[in-house]
């Protein structure tokens, strides 16, 4: 969708939003899938509740894109433009043991930012990749660190009420890979808190997570992570690679050989191909063992 050259965009520009015409969402998603479109970089958190009523007076479909790793996108010229908040570095500020971070700031970065200052608990998170944001949303997970245990204050759009607002941590349930944000809530800033432990056995943490990861899943290859959710009491990795499916692929949507729950990018790979893979996969595991998988990864398909 284009809106270049149209009224709202001079508004926009008014209130110092740079538009970016026909952005391909393939270079700004980790599994290198997607159309394009229009972006919209918002740099002043404090006008998104103007420029979303501008859109939505206008009738312009807007979607938000935080770190793009956890997202499958259609293909082709999208119907909607994409708001996103520029990456700041560092984008954290430390106090005590509370770590108050940008929703646009890198999540590991951010991990090892408090690490140096000897603030401590996310170690697990080290190696997921994307943005505050996107983890706070998702409730970020791995080797039994959450990052929902650690929030205690959330700013963010609120989109049933089209302004900005904070809520206190307790008033957000953070659930496996799910929280109560609205889907259509956009994460602005967060304050941690954080248990201190020194440097040095913060360090030692990180590496075990780090070979771990290494050890298992194909970080040097396009992918989303996890594609779907384990159900309660089991492994969605464990059932695709019982049922002999590391590999399988359709164009060049993969099952990466590493771990079956990465459905990996070999190449050129379109969003049809990685949705025949998922819808594959889903029905033969569902007919072996029953269990009905739900995505882990959000799919942006109109
Ligand atoms: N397994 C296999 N074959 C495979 C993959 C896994 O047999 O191809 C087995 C493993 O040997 C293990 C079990 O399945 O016994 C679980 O595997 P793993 O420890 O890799 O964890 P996972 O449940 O597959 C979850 C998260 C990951 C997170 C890891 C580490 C989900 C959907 N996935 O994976 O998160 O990194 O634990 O804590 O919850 C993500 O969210 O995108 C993600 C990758």
């Not at 939003?17 to 290198?32: D, F, I, K, Q």
């Not at 409730?139 to 206190?168: D, F, H, K």
């Amino acid at each position: 969708m284009r809106i270049s050259n149209t009224p709202i965009a001079a508004r926009l520009a008014a209130l110092g939003v740079e538009l970016r015409p026909g952005v391909s969402l393939a270079e700004h998603t980790s599994l290198g899938i997607g159309g394009t479109t229009d972006e919209l970089l918002i740099r002043r958190y404090e006008t998104l509740p103007e420029v979303i009523r501008d859109l939505k007076n206008e009738g312009v479909p807007y979607k938000f894109l935080g770190g793009g790793t956890n997202v499958l996108v259609t293909d082709g010229e999208l119907p909607w433009i994409v708001l996103h908040l520029p990456s700041t570095h560092p984008g954290v500020r430390v106090e005590g043991n509370a770590a108050f971070v940008d929703a646009a700031a890198d999540l590991g970065g951010t991990v090892t930012y408090c690490a140096k200052r000897d603030l401590g608990g996310m170690e697990g998170l080290i190696g997921v990749p994307g943005s505050i944001g996107g983890a706070l949303r998702m409730n970020a997970g791995a080797y039994g660190t959450q990052i929902g245990s650690y929030v205690r204050e959330v700013e963010l759009y609120r989109a049933a009420s089209g302004e900005n607002e904070t809520l206190r941590g307790d008033d957000i349930r953070f659930d496996y890979r799910h929280t109560s944000f609205a889907p259509d809530d956009i994460m602005l800033r967060v304050k941690l808190e954080l248990p201190p432990n020194p440097y040095q056995e913060i360090v030692a943490g990180i590496r075990v997570c780090n070979e771990k990861r290494r050890a298992s899943q194909p970080l040097n290859q396009k992918s989303a992570g996890c594609i779907f959710k384990n159900p309660q009491g089991a492994s969605a990795g464990r059932m695709i690679d019982e049922l002999g499916l590391k590999k399988l692929r359709v164009g060049d949507a993969m099952i990466s050989d590493r771990h079956a729950n990465f459905f990996v990018n070999a190449g050129n790979a379109t969003c049809d191909d990685m949705l025949r893979l998922v819808d594959d996969v889903r029905e033969r595991v569902k007919k072996a063992f029953g269990f009905d998988l739900e995505n882990e990864v959000i799919f942006w398909k109109n």
